[in-house]
T-cell receptor, first 108, second 113 residues
């Protein structure tokens, strides 16, 4: 089977840095993706790591270590609008699997 | 470009009724997907279509059928709705062999009484 584990909730203050971890057990793993979903909205794609290492996109960075079956999403200079759920996703072939999501709560 | 569109946005059904959820994309993507999202459960794949003319079961296909009408459209049908199918349904699409980057529609919020 395939599974991705991530914390259910993370809290932080505005302006801080927060890391959301994701560990996975998947067969035929192709890479790790991250999505953001605001309450009542649709998931939107944030980043994808096919290779080990860090990918940076503005305030967001994502990291993958295949040897450790582990990745994380790093959010810097947190803003109130970053309060949302974040999902990691991976899998094999055409069958993506999503983690259960991490609810990020940003406090003023 | 509208991206991925879904209709209806909201729907209330009685147990045993049937309905079809519609999805269309204008990004010329080959692959399309149907997910359901329940509180605390993340996104679970119901069915997917890797390309026009093909459909395959995902993680939770029971109680659902799909039709890939053409390259743009992928519909999801509930033949006899059950309360356990109360959920938010999302359609998504991706470029060929790029399941890692999916584009989601706005969702359909379905309640079965």
């Amino acid at each position: 089977g395939q599974s991705l584990e991530q914390p259910s909730e993370v809290t932080a203050v505005e302006g801080a840095i927060v890391q959301i971890n994701c560990t996975y057990q998947t067969s035929g793993f192709y890479g790790l993706s991250w999505y953001q979903q605001h309450d009542g909205g649709a998931p939107t794609f944030l980043s994808y790591n096919a290779l080990d290492g860090l990918e940076e996109t503005g305030r967001f960075s994502s990291f993958l270590s295949r040897s450790d079956s582990y990745g994380y999403l790093l959010l810097q200079e947190l803003q109130m609008k970053d309060s949302a759920s974040y999902f990691c996703s991976g899998g094999g072939s055409y069958i993506p699997t999503f983690g259960r999501g991490t609810s990020l709560i940003v406090h003023p | 470009n509208a991206g991925v569109t879904q209709t209806p946005k909201f729907q209330v059904l009685k147990t045993g009724q049937s309905m079809t959820l519609q999805c269309a994309q204008d990004m010329n993507h080959n692959s399309m997907y149907w997910y359901r999202q329940d509180p605390g459960m993340g996104l679970r794949l119901i069915y997917y279509s890797a390309s026009e003319g093909t459909t395959d079961k995902g993680e939770v296909p029971n109680g659902y059928n799909v039709s890939r009408l053409n390259k743009r459209e992928f519909s999801l049908r509930l033949e006899s709705a059950a309360p356990s199918q109360t959920s938010v349904y999302f359609c998504a699409s991706s470029e060929p062999a790029r399941v890692d980057t999916q584009y989601f529609g706005p969702g359909t919020r379905l309640t079965v009484l």
